[in-house]
């Protein structure tokens, strides 16, 4: 008898569970759609935090010692990472590059190759990447524990706007000192190909220097100044908006700093193909 | 002439902060489902100092957070100086949270800047004063809830719980605001110490002419700064008068929280802790 209604229960809970195929199709349309507004949602946050920095940028007041210390912190200090990246890039490309070409016999191209790649993509790229990591990252750390334990909240009982105050002075350190790394990246770049042709390759220095002279233009190096402006403004706008809407302790802290090295590195690589297309095409 | 509009301004804004400092009318607040405040209403008249008590949880905080425009309220209406506040723009705002001083439950310092830099944070950077006359300022204020000038020079990572309590007791006092919040502002204290501070308390109350609305689980405490005492009690005042009627009040509620007794009407808390 017990056995017998459990079977009976078992059977029924088996219908009753079973759901209908049109529901399944319901449900992952109900999950794309939900995906979908919370990407629209999570653009426009964005989008208005965007606008309301921007706007915090340009009005007074201002606070000179804190736009001075962000410039120092996010230029001088990001000097080391972004010179390492250039150099190295630069010395690879051109050993890289001469082995292909030489199975062409068209070693002389080497120069040119490395003066335009390191200018036009890789400098800008590279250095807007190393920057997400070191100065986005603290951004997002910083402001975030600033908003957990309350610091936030008590700036603006003291009637300072947070936007003015924590915000504004790093997008413009970020907006303005990538173009200045990204500009003695592309030296150190051209000069890390120098050495390895020089040394390694066997170029005559002279010789190297014209073709790289002869080669680039003003564009290939405006180009990937832009390119950093840009970078650096998303760098700092993502760390920023992601440490000012961090929540929930530690673990919320942890979660805006990845959040904000991993947007803004996806940002810089998908900007920089727009911004290619824009310049060159 | 001038004098009769002088008279006439001077009653006016005797009459308005007469009828109410601060006033809050059916503020209601949630978090996803979960109704925090159901409805609070509160009168705070100018000069006087009013104390909030209630069980951890109740949404004491949240209140205050509210009234200051941190958090904002799904229902309700909150007035300072008879204005509306809410739906303010940023830069009435910013304007209005001049008349502000607020002591955070947890401090909220600044753990980027020394001491002193902390207590004159809004002096310095919200009201666009001098960097030597505040640290004056500063100074003196810390003086004023016990700590001397080396501590100054310190970060807040280097304080004592108590002493950080202090320093945000100093910044909230700092600007000589109208309107003063405090919460919490004795826990963490030893006994002579939260007496320093509730004498600091009074003393911005009667002799600045500061309105103040305060937190406290500390009966002690709140005997002595209040003039008022509420009860706030699953989102809203359940109990409201002088702080003489504490003891002769029919309030069960109140009864068992200035008691202290984990039997009566008041379950929640217990529940909760089981
Ligand atoms: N940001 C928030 N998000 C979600 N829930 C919150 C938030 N802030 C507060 N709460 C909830 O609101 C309730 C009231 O919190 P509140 O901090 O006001 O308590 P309290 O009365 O100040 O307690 P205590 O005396 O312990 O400080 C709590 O149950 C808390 O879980
Ligand atoms: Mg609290």
């Known amino acids: 008898m017990d056995a017998d209604t459990k079977h009976d229960r078992t059977v029924e809970d088996c219908i009753k569970n079973c759901k209908p195929v049109t529901d399944y ?251 290619t297309q824009v310049f060159f095409s | 002439m001038t004098t009769t509009t002088d008279q006439t301004a001077k009653q006016e804004e005797k009459e308005i902060p007469e009828s109410c400092k601060l006033q809050l009318c059916g503020v209601k607040k949630s978090f996803n489902s979960k109704k925090v405040l159901r409805g609070i209403d509160l009168k705070v008249p100018q000069g006087q100092s009013l104390v909030v008590i209630g069980g951890s949880g109740t949404g004491k905080s949240v209140m205050l957070k509210c009234v200051l425009g941190l958090l904002h309220p799904d229902e309700g209406s909150i007035m300072v100086d008879g204005r509306e506040t809410m739906g303010l723009d940023a830069r009435d705002r910013n304007r209005l949270m001049k008349k502000f001083g607020m002591l955070f439950q947890g401090a909220a310092l600044f753990d980027s800047m020394k001491i002193w830099e902390n207590v004159a944070f809004g002096l310095v950077q919200g009201r666009g004063m001098d960097r030597n006359d505040a640290q004056a300022i500063a100074l003196e204020k810390m003086k004023a809830v016990g700590l001397d000038e080396q501590v100054g020079d310190l970060y807040p990572a280097e304080l004592s719980g108590g002493m950080q309590k202090r320093v945000g007791l100093a910044r909230a006092v700092a600007a000589n605001p109208e309107i003063l919040f405090f919460d919490e502002p004795t826990t963490g204290l030893d006994p002579i110490m939260a007496d320093v501070i509730n004498e600091l308390i009074i003393k911005s109350v009667k002799e600045l002419g500061a309105t103040a609305l305060s937190i406290t689980h500390d009966m002690a405490s709140a005997r002595k700064i209040a003039d008022v005492i509420a009860m706030i009690h699953e989102g809203r005042i359940i109990w409201c008068g002088p702080v003489g009627e504490l003891d002769h009040t029919d309030n069960e509620y109140v009864d068992q929280f200035i008691h202290g007794r984990a039997e009566g009407p008041i379950t929640d808390i217990i529940g909760k802790a089981a």
């Open chain 1, 25 to 275: 199709v319901l449900d992952s349309c109900e999950a794309i759609g939900h995906t979908i507004v919370n990407l629209f949602l999570a653009v426009g946050r964005l989008a208005m935090f965007m606008a309301q920095s921007v706007l915090h940028v340009f009005l007074p007041p201002f606070f000179p010692r804190l736009i001075g210390r962000q410039l120092i912190d996010i230029g001088y200090y990001s000097l080391p990472v972004v010179g390492m990246t250039a150099l190295f890039t630069g010395m690879v490309l051109a050993l890289q590059s001469y082995t292909g070409f030489a199975r062409f016999n068209a070693e002389g191209a080497v120069a040119g190759v490395v003066v335009l790649s390191v200018t036009r993509e890789l400098a800008p790229v590279l250095a807007g990447l190393m920057v997400a990591g070191r100065v986005g990252a603290a951004m997002a750390a910083e402001i975030g524990t600033m908003r957990v334990t309350e610091q936030i909240d008590a700036m603006v009982t003291l009637s300072v706007n947070p936007f003015k105050y924590l915000i504004a002075p790093r997008i413009i350190a970020g907006t303005l000192m990538l173009p200045v790394l990204v500009l003695v990246g592309d030296i150190i770049g051209v000069f890390g190909g120098y050495i390895v042709s020089i040394y390694n390759l066997g170029f005559s220095p002279g010789n190297y220097l014209t073709q790289t002279w002869n080669m680039m233009e003003t564009i290939d190096v405006v180009s990937g100044l832009v390119k950093a402006g840009v970078f650096g403004l998303v760098v700092a706008m993502l760390g920023c908006y992601h440490g000012f809407n961090s929540q929930r302790g530690a673990q919320g802290v942890g979660a805006a700093t990845t959040n904000a090295v991993v947007s803004a590195s996806i940002l810089i690589l998908i900007f920089n193909y727009i911004l």
